[in-house]
């Protein structure tokens, strides 16, 4: 059965010529290699969508982080303010009892 299949591929070329295997082995090639690529563009593609994923979750996480940060500065701020205020007024308090 080998031997058969042999002997067929080589009565092939013979009939149908060096140039048509050499054609069809050109096809074949270039369809492999169209094949592969095809292959590392979509694992590239697969890497890019989860990095892209990885960065979006990281800017709301930073977001999120700046969101927390201002509104403990606004606090912080608030609270020296008010203190500012309350030792203002002491200040005036005491101005006006050390003019008595």
């Known amino acids: ?9 080589i009565e092939l070329a013979n009939n149908l010529g ?3 295997m050499t054609l069809c082995a050109c096809f074949w090639y270039i369809k492999y290699l169209t ?3 095809k292959a590392r563009e979509e694992m ?3 890497k890019d969508t989860e990095s892209d994923v990885r960065l979006a979750e990281s800017h709301a996480k930073l977001t999120e982080l ?3 940060s201002h509104t403990q500065l606004l606090n ?4 020296v303010n008010s203190t500012l ?9 005491l ?3 050390i003019e008595k």
């Open 44 to 46: 590239w593609i697969a």
């Open 85 to 93: 205020q309350e030792m203002t007024a002491a200040i005036s308090k």
């Open 35 to 37: 094949d592969t690529h």
């Open 95 to 97: 101005e006006s009892k």
């Open 18 to 20: 060096s140039v048509t």
């Open 1 to 9: 059965m080998i031997m058969g299949d042999a002997t067929s591929l």
């Open 76 to 79: 912080v701020l608030s609270n």
């Open 66 to 68: 700046q969101r927390d």
